[in-house]
């Protein structure tokens, strides 16, 4: 996509707009902006240390920025600043993320994770509790679509069959698949990846690339086509699903554009090759 | 085993039981050997006591050696896994079985006013249990003070039903909401402190509580406690002896009967504590519950996920505090009498290992826990003051033995295919 | 004015008792992150032993001069870290690496134990022991109330801090003390690194029970009484002051100690002696609430 050129507008879902953070003396991240277009994959990157994960603990709500602005139009339109909402209701406005290090609920099944992930539609229709509790019918209509829903991701990910087992027995890639539709569960309008192909193998890097754009493109599940950014070591995976990327170092923002316009900047070559071992 | 083998053994175990023996030599030479009594003119003295020093430090090695040369032998060939998948195995047939007893008790040939009284007094501890289990077992929050809503119930039906004459029926909903009000009250400053911290500022709460229904003498009784408390009615059909015109037995036309008004406290605990049960399992498979056991399992994915966590928390809070509120107020209008000596800390930590003993999370692992312990209690009452001592000792030991409690696994909430069950490794404990 | 210097040298005093309960409170938890509940209960025992051994020092005669005080304290602490070291051998060690709650029960329980086995052994009547340590300095006169030092204070400060100092050459100066700190980083490396964990978890034990069993003496010499419910609300408070001043920092233990000992002291002086220790555990609740990590203690950092 070329519209990475346009200045954020109508057209873009999170709008990142100067933001920093201070942690002590500690100048993590030095006024960055970056915006995210609505139906793209965009990717996050940068050296060790170079402030992608403090970014993205900003926008989903696990840090305060010390400045700036962080902007997300909601599936409505209506625009949320998220710099200024608590975490869980980041995650209300639309945001869903995965964790580096993946957080499941790992004593329940496949299936009651993407339940809780639904959590708040299913509290709103259980009537907080009560008429759950005698067995209504509003209820029981909106449970089974719950499930439904979430067996709709299971076979998406390829884990309908293990939808019983509980999380923690899932192999590490399987894992990390179900964390990904546990976030798709929540509706949002924009999913946040934490290194979603660390510990995979090619085949399931492969699988996970598949998935991206079928979420990007919404055709993974009945659900909307959701924007998606993400911040990822593998640079096989984001030059090839990435539409946009955008390149952080010492806290800021050196360079972005699409895959091949960035692949060859000089800075983002300075910064890789230059002053770190990863290439 | 070669001889030789067993030779070899046999001196290591007499080795390491000779070590124990010395142990318990050193601990028990002062605290045994020597006692202080307090002579009639209020002086101290010490009386000495050798033999038994020798006994207990003979007892020591004997016990010891028997578990190195016997116990551990066979404990280490690999049975308790199996016992433990039995155990989950038989608890699908156990509960409604257990349930099916406890319903026909008071007409069981031979269970008399004692029986029936403990009877009253392990539904009491499995009510409790099954309230604080919503707390510690699905939200994972530790909870230390849970006796401190026991008593909010109880003082809450003994000045209701004293000052304003309010009935039993009216001060027992009352009593629950008053204690689920209290927890709110407290919950809401501490719960967003972690694990030991939340233990001890509950256990604090309860402390303050008791010390609170101890010095406000106005109000409590202090010390002395309320004593009266109008004791329960049938719907208002009092249990009079003298079975009066509008007493129970009057009503019904049958002969005025102490055991009436017993059997009546007995189907209404079971009832209550059957409420308790049915409100938790259903609530295990509300999006609330779940919740719950998600935020045990991962409070940063649950924020995550947008679930407001202190609001997720305050309710499993002030659902368990409403049982203990529930339980309270039976315990008034059952004893007719209460006190600040009921409500210890004591308590809260007896009805703690028995959620902790029965599996967090397990119905009929708690139930079995607290008839074990209760019933096991009531069992020992001919060993008066040691009771305690063998009471806390089996704590100890039934924890190094089961550390995960009699039904450690747990049963997902909603299933697509088959029902597994989860095994306990993987269940979360909270930090909370 | 002189009122409250006399209050505070007695809230110095009870605080120094707590603080090296606390010491042991937060030793344990700086280590294996538990709660040993039955700590308190082995503050008890050392003032049991401690009584048994003044009763026997009396009857042989002997029970005069800092020497006597000495040996009281050097038995008391001997036996009682016997206690607390087959406390962690027999109710903690096997549940090491088990989940949370069981060893908080088998603590619950040993704290049960301890205080039966007291109540059996040793009746269940409280021990009153007459004032062996009588007089004091004058330090100041108001009109007709004297401040006064007393000698049992003088030694409770001086004990105290004499053992302070003895435990902290130990943890900062001695192989043990690299050990112990070493185990309250990362215990499985500090066990790659050769250092036998469980045997620093013992020592950990033992070392608080000898501290606890210091304050169970000062306790008893001071206030008089022994009974074997003691250790439950002493206990309390003395975790309340290591949570206050940070579990898992010895300094913070020691200042908690003191904190606790002077608000509660105040608390009796001037409002009211049956809510003093409401006011111990509200000043715990207020603290958490505002200070969730006590007043030295370390940070916990949350990654996701």
Same mark, same amino acid.
């Given at each position: 996509?070329?519209?990475?050129?346009?200045?954020?507008?109508?057209? #873009?879902?999170? /709008?990142?707009?100067?933001?920093?953070?201070?942690?002590?003396?500690?100048?993590?991240?030095?006024?960055?902006?970056? #915006?995210?277009?609505?139906?793209?994959?965009?990717?996050?990157?940068?050296?060790?240390?170079?402030?992608?994960?403090?970014?993205?603990?900003?926008?989903?709500?696990?840090?305060?920025?010390?400045?700036?602005?962080?902007?997300?139009?909601?599936?409505?339109?209506?625009?949320?600043?998220?710099?200024?909402?608590?975490?869980?209701?980041?995650?209300?406005?639309?945001?869903?993320?995965?964790?580096?290090?993946?957080?499941?609920?790992?004593?329940?099944?496949?299936?009651?994770?993407?339940?809780?992930?639904?959590?708040?539609?299913?509290?709103?229709?259980?009537?907080?509790?009560?008429?759950?509790?005698?067995?209504?019918?509003?209820?029981?209509?909106?449970?089974?679509? #719950?499930?439904?829903?979430?067996?709709?991701?299971?076979?998406?990910?390829?884990?309908? /069959?293990?939808?019983?087992?509980?999380?923690?027995?899932?192999?590490?890639?399987?894992?990390?698949?179900?964390?990904?539709?546990?976030?798709?569960?929540?509706?949002?309008?924009?999913?946040?990846?934490?290194?979603?192909?660390?510990?995979?193998?090619?085949?399931?890097?492969?699988?996970?690339?598949?998935?991206?754009?079928?979420?990007?493109?919404?055709?993974?599940?009945?659900?909307?086509?959701?924007?998606?950014?993400?911040?990822?070591?593998?640079?096989?995976?984001?030059?090839?699903?990435?539409?946009?990327?955008?390149?952080?170092?010492?806290?800021?923002?050196?360079?972005?554009?699409?895959?091949?316009?960035?692949?060859?900047?000089?800075?983002?070559?300075?910064?890789?090759?230059?002053? /770190?071992?990863? #290439? | 085993?070669?001889? @030789?083998?067993?030779?070899?053994?046999?001196?290591?175990?007499?080795?390491?039981?000779?070590?124990?023996?010395?142990?318990?030599?050193?601990?028990?030479?002062?605290?045994?050997?020597?006692?202080?009594?307090?002579?009639?003119?209020?002086?101290?003295?010490?009386?000495?006591?050798?033999?038994?020093?020798?006994?207990?430090?003979?007892?020591?090695?004997?016990?010891?050696?028997?578990?190195?040369?016997?116990?551990?032998?066979?404990? @280490?060939?690999?049975?308790?896994?199996?016992?433990?998948?039995?155990?989950?195995?038989?608890?699908?047939?156990?509960?409604?079985?257990?349930?099916?007893?406890?319903?026909?008790?008071?007409?069981?040939?031979?269970?008399?006013?004692?029986? !029936?009284? $403990?009877?009253?007094?392990? !539904?009491?501890?499995?009510?409790?249990?099954?309230?604080?289990?919503?707390?510690?077992?699905?939200?994972?929050?530790?909870?230390?003070?849970?006796?401190?809503?026991?008593?909010?119930?109880?003082?809450?039906?003994? $000045?209701?039903?004293?000052?304003?004459?309010?009935?039993?029926?009216?001060?027992?909903?009352?009593?629950?909401?008053?204690?689920?009000?209290?927890?709110? $009250?407290?919950?809401?400053?501490?719960?967003?402190?972690?694990?030991?911290?939340?233990?001890?500022?509950?256990?604090?709460?309860?402390?303050?509580?008791?010390?609170?229904?101890?010095?406000?003498?106005?109000?409590?009784?202090?010390?002395?406690?309320?004593?009266?408390?109008?004791?329960?009615?049938?719907?208002?059909?009092?249990?009079?002896?003298?079975?009066?015109?509008?007493?129970?037995? %009057?009503?019904?036309?049958?002969?005025? @009967?102490?055991? %009436?008004?017993?059997?009546?406290?007995?189907?209404?605990?079971?009832?209550?504590?059957?409420?308790?049960?049915?409100?938790?399992?259903?609530?295990?498979?509300?999006?609330?519950?779940?919740?719950?056991?998600?935020?045990?399992?991962?409070?940063?994915?649950?924020?995550?996920?947008?679930?407001?966590?202190?609001?997720?928390?305050?309710?499993?809070?002030?659902?368990?505090?409403?049982?203990?509120?529930?339980?309270?107020?039976?315990?008034?209008?059952?004893?007719?009498?209460?006190?600040?000596?009921?409500?210890?800390?004591?308590? @809260?930590?007896?009805?703690?290992?028995?959620?902790?003993?029965?599996?967090?999370?397990?119905?009929?692992?708690?139930?079995?826990?607290?008839?074990?312990?209760?019933?096991?209690?009531?069992?020992?009452?001919?060993?008066?003051?040691?009771?305690?001592?063998?009471?806390?000792?089996?704590?100890?030991?039934?924890?190094?033995?089961?550390?995960?409690?009699?039904?450690?696994?747990?049963?997902?909430? =909603?299933? $697509?295919?088959?029902?597994?069950?989860?095994?306990?490794?993987? =269940?979360?404990?909270?930090?909370? | 004015?002189?009122?409250?210097?006399?209050?505070?040298?007695?809230?110095?005093?009870?605080?120094?008792?707590?603080?090296?309960?606390?010491?042991?409170?937060?030793?344990?938890?700086?280590?294996?992150?538990?709660?040993?509940?039955?700590?308190?209960?082995?503050?008890?025992? +050392?003032?049991?032993?401690?009584?048994?051994?003044?009763?026997?020092?009396?009857?042989?005669?002997?029970?005069?001069?800092?020497?006597?005080?000495?040996?009281?304290?050097? *038995?008391?602490?001997?036996?009682?870290?016997?206690?607390?070291?087959?406390?962690?051998?027999?109710?903690?060690?096997?549940?090491?690496?088990?989940?949370?709650?069981?060893?908080?029960?088998?603590? *619950?329980?040993?704290?049960?134990?301890?205080?039966?086995?007291?109540?059996?052994?040793?009746?269940?009547?409280?021990?009153?022991?007459?004032?062996?340590?009588?007089?004091?300095?004058?330090?100041?006169?108001? &009109?007709?109330?004297?401040?006064?030092?007393?000698?049992?204070?003088?030694? *409770?400060?001086?004990?105290?801090?004499?053992?302070?100092?003895?435990?902290?050459?130990?943890?900062?100066?001695?192989?043990?003390?690299?050990?112990?700190?070493?185990?309250?980083?990362?215990?499985?490396?500090?066990?790659?690194?050769?250092?036998?964990?469980?045997?620093?978890?013992?020592?950990?034990?033992?070392?608080?029970?000898?501290?606890?069993?210091?304050?169970?003496?000062?306790?008893?010499?001071?206030?008089?009484?022994?009974?074997?419910?003691? +250790?439950?609300?002493?206990?309390?408070?003395?975790?309340?002051?290591?949570?206050?001043?940070?579990?898992?920092?010895?300094?913070?233990?020691?200042?908690?100690?003191?904190?606790?000992?002077?608000?509660?002291?105040?608390?009796?002086?001037?409002?009211?002696?049956?809510?003093?220790?409401?006011?111990?555990?509200?000043?715990?609740?207020?603290?958490?609430?505002?200070?969730?990590?006590?007043?030295? &203690?370390?940070?916990?950092?949350?990654?996701?």
């Amino acid at each position: 996509m070329s519209e990475a050129a346009i200045p954020s507008g109508s057209g #873009a879902i999170l /709008d990142v707009d100067g933001i920093s953070m201070r942690f002590g003396g500690l100048l993590a991240v030095d006024t960055v902006s970056f #915006a995210v277009q609505r139906g793209s994959i965009t990717a996050l990157i940068g050296p060790n240390g170079a402030g992608k994960t403090t970014v993205f603990n900003c926008i989903t709500g696990f840090y305060r920025p010390t400045s700036g602005r962080i902007a997300l139009r909601r599936v409505d339109g209506s625009l949320a600043a998220l710099e200024r909402l608590k975490d869980h209701r980041i995650a209300r406005a639309g945001v869903a993320r995965t964790f580096q290090n993946i957080r499941l609920f790992a004593g329940m099944t496949a299936l009651e994770n993407l339940l809780v992930a639904q959590h708040l539609p299913l509290q709103r229709a259980t009537g907080f509790g009560i008429g759950a509790m005698l067995g209504l019918s509003r209820y029981k209509a909106a449970e089974a679509e #719950a499930i439904e829903r979430a067996a709709s991701w299971l076979r998406a990910i390829n884990l309908l /069959d293990r939808a019983d087992d509980a999380a923690g027995e899932l192999p590490y890639g399987a894992q990390r698949r179900l964390e990904i539709a546990r976030a798709m569960c929540t509706g949002p309008a924009l999913l946040c990846l934490d290194e979603p192909a660390a510990g995979l193998n090619p085949r399931e890097s492969e699988e996970l690339a598949r998935l991206l754009t079928t979420i990007r493109d919404g055709t993974a599940t009945s659900s909307a086509p959701t924007s998606v950014l993400l911040i990822e070591h593998d640079m096989g995976i984001v030059m090839r699903i990435s539409d946009h990327v955008v390149v952080l170092d010492h806290g800021r923002k050196i360079a972005e554009g699409p895959p091949d316009l960035v692949r060859n900047d000089r800075h983002v070559i300075a910064a890789y090759l230059g002053e /770190d071992e990863e #290439a | 085993m070669t001889p @030789s083998g067993l030779a070899a053994r046999v001196r290591s175990a007499l080795v390491d039981a000779g070590k124990a023996a010395l142990v318990a030599f050193g601990l028990f030479i002062l605290m045994v050997g020597l006692r202080t009594d307090v002579a009639p003119a209020g002086e101290l003295f010490l009386r000495t006591r050798w033999a038994e020093v020798g006994m207990l430090c003979a007892l020591v090695f004997g016990l010891r050696l028997a578990t190195a040369l016997w116990v551990r032998p066979r404990l @280490s060939e690999g049975n308790t896994q199996r016992s433990a998948a039995l155990l989950s195995q038989a608890g699908l047939m156990f509960g409604p079985a257990l349930l099916a007893v406890a319903l026909i008790l008071p007409f069981v040939p031979g269970i008399g006013r004692y029986e !029936l009284d $403990l009877g009253i007094l392990v !539904l009491t501890y499995i009510m409790l249990g099954w309230g604080l289990n919503i707390v510690v077992g699905l939200a994972g929050l530790l909870d230390l003070g849970y006796v401190a809503f026991y008593a909010v119930g109880a003082y809450s039906y003994a $000045l209701l039903a004293q000052f304003f004459g309010l009935s039993f029926w009216i001060c027992l909903p009352l009593a629950g909401i008053l204690a689920a009000f209290w927890g709110v $009250l407290l919950g809401f400053p501490v719960l967003r402190l972690r694990g030991d911290y939340l233990a001890i500022v509950t256990l604090a709460f309860g402390e303050i509580i008791r010390i609170v229904l101890l010095n406000w003498v106005e109000l409590t009784g202090g010390p002395n406690g309320i004593s009266g408390i109008p004791r329960p009615t049938f719907f208002g059909l009092p249990f009079s002896m003298g079975g009066g015109p509008g007493s129970f037995a %009057h009503f019904f036309g049958i002969e005025p @009967s102490p055991s %009436h008004r017993v059997i009546f406290l007995y189907y209404l605990i079971l009832g209550l504590a059957l409420l308790t049960n049915w409100v938790a399992v259903r609530i295990r498979r509300q999006p609330i519950g779940r919740a719950w056991e998600a935020l045990r399992e991962d409070e940063v994915a649950c924020r995550a996920l947008g679930i407001d966590i202190t609001n997720t928390k305050l309710t499993a809070f002030a659902l368990g505090a409403m049982f203990a509120g529930f339980a309270g107020a039976f315990f008034a209008t059952r004893q007719a009498f209460i006190s600040p000596e009921s409500f210890t800390f004591i308590e @809260s930590a007896i009805i703690l290992a028995i959620v902790v003993l029965g599996g967090l999370g397990s119905q009929v692992g708690i139930a079995v826990a607290a008839i074990v312990m209760i019933g096991g209690f009531e069992l020992f009452r001919d060993l008066d003051e040691y009771r305690m001592l063998v009471f806390g000792g089996a704590m100890v030991a039934i924890m190094v033995l089961r550390p995960r409690g009699l039904v450690g696994s747990r049963a997902p909430s =909603v299933v $697509l295919g088959g029902r597994k069950r989860i095994d306990a490794s993987l =269940v979360g404990e909270g930090r909370g | 004015m002189a009122y409250a210097l006399q209050q505070l040298i007695n809230g110095i005093s009870l605080g120094m008792i707590y603080g090296l309960i606390a010491v042991g409170y937060t030793m344990v938890y700086g280590i294996i992150g538990m709660i040993n509940f039955a700590h308190g209960d082995i503050f008890m025992v +050392g003032a049991f032993i401690s009584l048994i051994a003044i009763l026997m020092l009396i009857s042989g005669g002997m029970m005069e001069g800092p020497a006597a005080i000495l040996l009281v304290l050097v *038995i008391s602490m001997a036996f009682t870290a016997l206690y607390g070291w087959t406390v962690e051998r027999v109710a903690y060690r096997p549940l090491r690496g088990s989940f949370r709650l069981a060893p908080l029960i088998s603590a *619950i329980g040993m704290s049960i134990v301890l205080q039966n086995f007291v109540q059996v052994s040793q009746g269940a009547r409280v021990k009153p022991l007459e004032p062996q340590i009588t007089g004091g300095v004058e330090l100041m006169r108001e &009109g007709n109330f004297v401040v006064q030092l007393s000698y049992m204070q003088i030694l *409770i400060i001086v004990s105290t801090l004499a053992v302070l100092a003895i435990f902290t050459w130990l943890v900062t100066q001695t192989a043990l003390g690299r050990a112990m700190r070493a185990c309250e980083q990362d215990r499985k490396m500090a066990a790659l690194l050769g250092i036998n964990t469980d045997r620093t978890i013992s020592l950990a034990f033992v070392i608080g029970a000898a501290l606890a069993s210091v304050a169970g003496t000062l306790y008893l010499l001071r206030y008089g009484i022994a009974d074997f419910f003691m +250790g439950f609300i002493v206990g309390v408070k003395a975790f309340t002051a290591a949570v206050l001043g940070g579990i898992g920092s010895l300094p913070g233990a020691v200042l908690g100690g003191l904190l606790i000992g002077l608000i509660e002291t105040f608390w009796s002086a001037y409002f009211s002696v049956q809510y003093k220790d409401v006011a111990a555990f509200g000043i715990l609740v207020l603290a958490l609430v505002f200070l969730p990590t006590g007043l030295l &203690g370390r940070q916990e950092v949350e990654k996701v």
